[in-house]
């Protein structure tokens, strides 16, 4: 006979069972055909972050993609479910990380936030080497600073300009990270190394593409522990699309000495991609569009709106950025860098707000007529 705390017992691990068949049925086979082969991976590194039997690595043809790199699949299921192209249940993972908070909070076509600024570092060193206000490596020097994480995940660059990710431990380590790479990079990568060397309280800065696959893993009903818990803080930024690394050989053509070292920054505004070298270089997207992400044609979110924080320059004045926070955690990022002197912050009116929702609604309806 079954004792009482027995049967429980039994009862818990039936309920365990029940569900780990939706998990476990799927391999990286059907990874590769739902999404590799569809064109539609946006490269975000999500699914190699937590397997060490994918790499992402350039192939046959010189395409670089996630592979499966050892003999045998154990078909555990995890690439698939975490991989945000293969199914996204947006309203599910919103009611798992807003929760009852949600309720309170704002809702439209940008997500749920609490609160929306115009935000510019009060570190005249982190300005100096910021893409817009330097909001993102001054929110992340704060909770450093305070304790709330022990490192970050961030996108530096080598030389010339090829994206690399870092595990930022230092205010010093952090600065590296500032200003834009327009370039597809799998920087989730960067949470394993985090796991591995030790982290405790992770943050992460990535594309909205990005948080979606951090958010799968941490709201997955999953019986396997991939260290998930440790990461405490996800900054998303804002992101209409992003180009593959051949852009960076097409710009190297353009620029003095044929090498990339003298370039301080790229920005896109308006219809050109901008590249400050002692002259300021003018790209029209026009002449670029081919080098677009095959997996960017889908996406359908603009502002990171699975991030506890979100940041972009629209909405904003030049020299200062737009911050969204969407959860308690976050709003308490914003509020104590404000306090203690990391940040200064205005309200941004309401016509500015309308500018990112229409970019919004714009990526929107071009992910979705691309997807169906
Ligand atoms: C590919 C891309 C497209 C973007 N498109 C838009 C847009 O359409 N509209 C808009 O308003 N804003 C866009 N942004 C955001 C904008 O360029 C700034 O990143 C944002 O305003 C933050 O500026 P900041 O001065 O606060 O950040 P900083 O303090 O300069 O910090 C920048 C942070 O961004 C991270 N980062 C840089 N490049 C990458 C990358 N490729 N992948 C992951 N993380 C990265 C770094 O790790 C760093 O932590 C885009 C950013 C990227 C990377
Ligand atoms: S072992 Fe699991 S996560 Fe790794 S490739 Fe196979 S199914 Fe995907
Ligand atoms: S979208 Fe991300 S998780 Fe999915 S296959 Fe591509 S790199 Fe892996
Ligand atoms: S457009 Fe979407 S898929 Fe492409 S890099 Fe930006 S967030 Fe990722």
Known sequence: MVEEADATEVKMEERKYVRLPTFLERGFLDLRNAV???????????????????????????????????????????????CPRTFLPQSEIERRIFGEEGKGAERDILGVYRSFYAVRSKKE?????????????????????????????????????????????????????????YTLYPGVIGVRDAIKGGCEAIGFVGLPCQIQGLRKVQT???????????????????????????????????????????????????????????????????EIKSYVGAGCSVCMDYTSELADISVGSVGAEQGWSTVFARTEIGEQVVQGAVENGYIEVMNIEKIELESIRRLAGRKKKSGMQRST
């Open 220 to 286: 997955a009903e999953q019986p396997y522990d991939v260290g998930i818990t440790k990461v405490k803080l996800l900054i998303g930024l804002f992101c209409m699309e992003n180009f593959t690394e051949a852009l960076l050989d097409f710009v190297v053509k353009q620029c003095a000495g044929g090498s990339l070292e003298g370039v301080s920054k790229f920005e896109i505004r308006g219809k050109e991609l901008l590249i400050y070298e002692k002259e300021k270089r003018r790209i029209p997207l026009e």
């Open 125 to 181: 060193d982190i300005l100096k080497r910021a893409q817009d206000g330097g909001a993102v490596t001054s929110l992340l020097a704060y909770a450093r600073d305070e304790g709330l994480i022990d490192c970050a995940v961030i996108t530096t660059v080598d030389n010339q300009w090829k994206p690399v990710t870092k595990v930022a431990r230092s205010y010093e380590e952090l600065k590296e990270g500032a200003g834009t790479k």
């Open 36 to 82: 590799i082969a569809q064109r539609i991976c946006c490269f975000c590194g999500t699914c190699a972050a937590f397997c060490y039997k994918i790499d992402i690595l350039e192939g046959e043809g010189g395409k670089i993609e996630p592979r499966f790199i050892e003999e045998y699949d154990t078909v555990c299921g995890q690439c698939y479910a975490y």
